[in-house]
T-cell receptor, first 112, second 111 residues
């Protein structure tokens, strides 16, 4: 069966520090991968998606970047965190771009 | 602009008290509508996909229905373990495969 792993679960980082969140999927090949951010009381905001290794599409210009170095690995990064980067970050995968997603357990990021 | 609006923002029910959550959407053309359940501090869990008006899906005490402008998630005889936030999302036929999420309805079921 397919599983998705996301870590860390919580992270407290100072302003200006770098960020690296990792997500891996097991039990499938060539998944579509997504990074979402969820703010309290608001819908999930799509940050990046990838349909294959090295293929990254950005939905919202911001202080973050994403990379897909391996088929089932998706990384969210920042060189210098801002206070506004705080939030709940979710990785997800799908078989294709139509259909429901399987989400990871999320990372609660607090920038102080 | 494509939009998804969920109501109410929060709903408090007694155990066994059936009710419905609403998801209204505005898209140029609907490719699919999705319902998720999200427990506090966790990622959303996929529940249903609906593709066309008149379609219905069921899972235990949950039943999702779809019209041309909205979807309902009916909860029959809820239990405390049904307490969660329920998210609705739509994917339009235009604008690529972008999925738009609503803000969710927080459901509280009291024993």
């Amino acid at each position: 069966s397919q599983t998705i792993h996301q870590w860390p679960a919580t992270l407290v980082q100072p302003v200006g520090s770098p960020l690296s969140l990792e997500c891996t999927v097991e039990g499938t090949s060539n998944p579509n991968l997504y990074w979402y951010r969820q703010a309290a009381g608001r819908g999930l905001q799509l940050l990046f998606y990838s349909v294959g290794i090295g293929q990254i599409s950005s939905e919202v210009p911001q202080n973050l970047s994403a990379s897909r170095p391996q088929d089932r690995q998706f990384i969210l990064s920042s060189k210098k965190l801002l206070l506004s980067d705080s939030g709940f970050y979710l990785c997800a995968w799908s078989v294709n771009r139509l259909g429901g997603y399987t989400f990871g357990s999320g990372t609660r990021l607090t920038v102080v | 602009e494509d939009q998804v609006t969920q109501s109410p923002e929060a709903l408090r029910l007694q155990e066994g008290e059936s009710s419905s959550l609403n998801c209204s959407y505005t898209v140029s053309g609907l490719r699919g509508l999705f319902w998720y359940r999200q427990d506090p501090g966790k990622g959303p869990e996929f529940l249903f996909t609906l593709y066309s008006a008149g379609e219905e899906k069921e899972k235990e005490r949950l039943k999702a229905t779809l019209t041309k402008k909205e979807s309902f998630l009916h909860i029959t005889a809820p239990k405390p373990e049904d307490s969660a936030t329920y998210l609705c999302a739509v994917q339009a036929t235009t604008g690529g495969f972008k999925t738009i999420f609503g803000a969710g309805t927080r459901l509280f079921v009291k024993a």
